[in-house]
């Protein structure tokens, strides 16, 4: 394939690296007995939305419009359907309800209001007080979090008609983070939990990362199940997209101002937030660390935010206006995330499928921009 075949910016998922994520996902499903859903949040691409069907149960939503995207394209035929959300409102519950096979609440408040009109089965999303999230912008667990309950705002007097428990703690992390969450789980709520149902250990597992103990997630699942005799779920949302597709952008200038600065058609802010907001630093193809190789960067982007920048890198050979300058792994969190910010063109969203084929999924432009302001 030709890197100049298409007009940047866009985001290409491969379908051949998505299928392995997947693979091994349903091998945790068949080894250790749980029920592993999408999480919309971190990836929603249509264009593949029959692919992951294929292999997963369904798809977690955070709430009506993500309970309706999962039924519109994940979902179709089979496929179960959770929602939680921080906070549920009244004109929206009727239809959340319909599509919804389990309702999560964050609050006893919440519950009590809406628990009667719930269709499916009905569950609790608790606070186990126990995690080691890298990050306080991504520690649901954090001073003050208002997601999930609390033991001590525990009510347990209110359990009726409640089938599960429901955390979510962790944030790109490996199985043995999820025993030490379990732990302090299990330490706060183990009573509860023989009354359950099923128990959603959430998501941030990071499964199909390089180095993720998979086997330890399986024993830590089968051992739970064994004990409790309840349903398990895992929703991840980052480890279904991991390393399954690049952004492809073009360098429209090149600055010189104390260093090299490259501007291209695309946008941290806009098209990779979690580099700023995280942060943390995305890999380039065939680029190096600053001076690491002989011609260092900064790329930047099309923005007039001055922090618009995704990093400093170095190349072998100058980079040249027109150059396609492709950073690695940057289908999830950022498609869901992306902005119209200045105006700037979003990204299309075209798909590798495995035979060589490329589609494109969704084009993006003008029109984008002008709904929404
Ligand atoms: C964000 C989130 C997930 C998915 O987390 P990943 O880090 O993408 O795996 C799952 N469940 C809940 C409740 C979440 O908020």
Known sequence: ??????????????ERLLRKNLELL??????????????????AFSGVASIV????????????HEAKYAKEYFCKQKGEIHTYSPAFKKDEFEEISNLSHHIVFNSFEQLRKFKSRVKG?????????????????????GVYSRLGVTRANFE??????????HFHALCEQDADALEMVLEGFEKNFGEFISKMKWVNFGGGHHITKQGYDVKKLIELVRDFKKRYGVEVYLEPGEAVGWQCGDLYTTVLDIIDN???????????EAHMPDTLAMPYRAEVRGAGMPNEKKFTYRLTGNTCLAGDIMGDYSFDTPLKVGDVVVFKDQIHYTIVKNTTFNGIKLPDLRLL???????LVRELGYEEYRRRN
């Open 258 to 268: 104390g260093m090299k600065i490259a501007i291209l058609d695309s946008s941290a």
């Open 121 to 141: 089965s009905v569950g609790i999303r608790v606070n186990p007080e126990v995690s080691s999230s890298p990050v306080d912008l991504y520690n649901p667990c």
């Open 156 to 165: 347990p007097d209110q359990l009726k008609g409640v089938e599960g428990l």
């Open 353 to 359: 499928m495995s035979d060589g084929r490329v589609e």
């Open 53 to 64: 069907s294929e292999y997963l149960d369904g798809c977690t939503c955070s709430g009506l």
């Open 1 to 14: 394939m030709s890197l100049k075949e298409f007009k940047t910016p866009y985001y290409l998922c491969e």
């Open 26 to 43: 349903e091998h945790v499903k068949k080894e250790s007995g749980a029920k592993v859903l999408l999480a919309l949040k971190g990836f």
